[in-house]
């Protein structure tokens, strides 16, 4: 046992990943959001295909990809929490829920302005 009751060992490891994927499937079944975000990736994936970006574009352009998506699933997890927690008006439960939207945005505009840096020059070369 961990310090905190907890079993170690190799199923523990295997179940945090079950996990995982548990709670990947519920978002993206469940959450509109991460839905259109994984759209775009696929996008912005087949145009990196397509322009043949160097790796270093490929590097800044799966790290935000991994930053949106992560800031997205930490959004979902806290609107759950806070549903939980409270079905009626709170003003602080709003608070959490828009602040948690709002890194979310955050996290999209940097994903844009990078994708915007690493595409257009591509894009210019076109026409």
């Given at each position: 046992m961990g310090s905190k009751g907890k079993k170690l060992g190799f199923d523990r490891f295997l179940n945090s990943f079950?996990?995982?994927?548990?709670?990947?499937?519920?978002?993206?079944?469940?959450?509109q959001s991460l839905l259109i975000h994984f759209m775009i990736s696929i996008v912005v994936i087949l145009m990196g295909l397509y322009f043949k970006i160097t790796n270093i574009e490929w590097i800044f352009v799966f790290l935000m990809i991994a930053l949106v998506m992560a800031a997205e699933l930490l959004n979902t997890a806290i609107e759950n929490v806070?549903?939980?927690v409270t079905s009626d008006f709170h003003p602080m439960a709003k608070i959490a829920k828009d602040t948690a939207s709002a890194a979310v945005l955050i996290y999209s505009m940097i994903a844009l302005v990078t994708g915007l840096i690493v595409f257009l020059p591509y894009i210019l070369k076109l026409f």
């Open positions: 079950r996990y995982s994927f548990a709670g990947l499937k519920h978002a993206y079944k469940n959450e806070v549903d939980l």
